[in-house]
């Protein structure tokens, strides 16, 4: 039976969460963490997807991003997915699905938007890893608060 179509809005923001197959580590250390956003990027920038938020957990992401293609967000995800995907397992020496089933995709009305991007910022100090969002390295929210430049965020 085929899958059901994601749904995409385009030029719409969307929420976006993927995690670990079976809630595992997927960064271990910080090169881990910079593979992904660097490779995140450089997909983002090729399919037309714009960010505005994110946070990397050890074993989930999450992402406020507006697809400017009806395909934007797929071929986005997929190909970081796959990528990340190879390069962890060549580094573990292992084999298998890193990532729990496909990412899922939620789209944002105006009255949502801000209470998002606050979920996804606020994710470390939810998870007791922090006691501030701005003492955590890998989100978008010192971008947003101009303590250091972001060059994962869209400008526009």
């Known amino acids: 039976m085929p ?42 920038r090729r399919y037309s997807l714009k960010i505005w938020a994110y ?10 991003c507006v697809p400017t293609g009806e395909d934007s967000l797929a071929r986005t995800f997929n190909a ?13 020496k292992a084999k298998g699905h890193l990532w729990q089933g496909r990412f899922y995709s939620s789209i944002l009305d105006e009255s949502h938007l801000f209470a998002a991007i606050r979920y996804v910022e606020n994710n ?19 971008g947003h608060i101009n303590r250091d430049s972001d060059p994962i965020l869209s400008q526009d």
């Open 55 to 64: 946070c990397l957990m050890s074993n989930h992401v999450h992402f406020v």
């Open 3 to 44: 899958r059901i179509s994601r749904a995409v809005a385009t030029d719409f923001p969307h929420h976006v969460t993927q995690r670990g197959n079976y809630k595992q580590s997927v960064f271990e250390e910080d090169n881990d963490f910079r593979h992904y956003l660097q490779w995140f990027r450089d997909y983002a």
């Open 80 to 92: 970081l997915h796959m990528r990340y995907s190879q390069y962890f397992n060549r580094k573990k």
């Open 124 to 142: 470390p100090v939810r998870a007791g890893v922090v006691d501030s969002p701005d003492e955590y390295r890998w989100s978008s929210v010192r």
